[in-house]
């Protein structure tokens, strides 16, 4: 389940389970569960404060669990995924994900949703296959909800039309050119560079900052607050 460390004033928050290597870090309920959790713990912290996201191995996350939308409960299944990146996008402290490994689908979602995104640069995808993928509400491609699709609008500017709409694989270097990651780095640098970036911003932590996130993305968030899926 995903846990938490710190590293002075950085929360690093991984997506996998402690002491396994090459977990894919799937949205499962639980799962999800277990990212508020250690949300809360953070946004409890006083004092400056910021937040890593990684995982280990080869995936930071394989995304949604895609036999879960052929049930009949798939709304809340997605609504329980769109909680999760609302948090992400308006938390009340600087977020970074370190994007050590594989991000696809709803990995790549979560990684948008942070402030900013450090990639490893000779491994490892940045990937939003759902045009690809024939499941449940279409023969040809799943839909991206709409709260899901506008976050993404918002988050990847240029890139997004190619990404969401070809289901493109982007490798760190490619990810740079399209403006998807800031920085590309060695395996091993990755974290250490992303805890940098956040530390350098921890003062900023706090209630303004959640109000100004909130406010950039006012129309994102409402789109969040619901399901919408349309063919």
């Given at each position: 389940?995903?846990?938490?460390?710190?590293?002075?004033?950085?929360?690093?928050?991984?997506?996998?389970?402690?002491?396994?290597?090459?977990?894919?870090?799937?949205?499962?309920?639980?799962?999800?569960?277990?990212?508020?959790?250690?949300?809360?713990?953070?946004?409890?912290?006083?004092?400056?404060?910021?937040?890593?996201?990684?995982?280990?191995?080869?995936?930071?996350s394989n995304g949604f669990e895609p036999e879960r939308f052929l049930r009949p409960d798939v709304t809340d299944y997605l609504?329980?995924?769109?909680?999760?990146?609302?948090?992400?996008?308006?938390?009340?402290?600087?977020?970074?994900?370190?994007?050590?490994?594989?991000?696809?689908?709803?990995?790549?979602?979560?990684?948008?949703?942070?402030?900013?995104?450090?990639?490893?640069?000779?491994?490892?995808?940045?990937?939003?296959?759902?045009?690809?993928?024939?499941?449940?509400?279409?023969?040809?491609?799943?839909?991206?909800?709409?709260?899901?699709?506008?976050?993404?609008?918002?988050?990847?500017?240029?890139?997004?039309?190619?990404?969401?709409?070809?289901?493109?694989?982007?490798?760190?270097?490619?990810?740079?050119?399209?403006?998807?990651?800031?920085?590309?780095?060695?395996?091993?640098?990755?974290?250490?560079?992303?805890?940098?970036?956040?530390?350098?911003?921890?003062?900023?932590?706090?209630?303004?900052?959640?109000?100004?996130?909130?406010?950039?993305?006012?129309?994102?968030?409402?789109?969040?607050?619901?399901?919408?899926?349309?063919?």
């Open positions: 389940m995903p846990h938490l460390r710190r590293e002075d004033a950085v929360f690093v928050l991984d997506l996998g389970e402690p002491d396994q290597l090459d977990t894919e870090n799937r949205f499962t309920p639980e799962w999800m569960d277990a990212v508020h959790a250690c949300l809360d713990e953070v946004q409890a912290a006083e004092g400056p404060k910021a937040l890593v996201t990684t995982g280990s191995g080869k995936f930071f609504m329980a995924g769109q909680r999760v990146f609302e948090r992400v996008l308006t938390f009340p402290a600087p977020t970074v994900a370190a994007v050590q490994g594989h991000a696809f689908g709803a990995g790549a979602i979560l990684a948008m949703a942070h402030d900013g995104r450090v990639m490893r640069g000779d491994r490892g995808f940045f990937c939003l296959p759902e045009i690809t993928l024939p499941l449940a509400r279409s023969d040809d491609g799943l839909v991206i909800p709409g709260g899901i699709a506008d976050l993404l609008t918002a988050r990847l500017g240029p890139a997004a039309h190619e990404a969401m709409l070809t289901g493109r694989r982007y490798g760190g270097p490619d990810a740079l050119a399209a403006g998807i990651v800031e920085a590309v780095e060695e395996q091993e640098r990755v974290l250490p560079v992303a805890l940098a970036r956040a530390g350098a911003l921890a003062s900023t932590a706090g209630p303004a900052l959640a109000a100004m996130k909130r406010w950039m993305y006012r129309d994102v968030v409402a789109a969040l607050g619901k399901v919408t899926l349309t063919l």
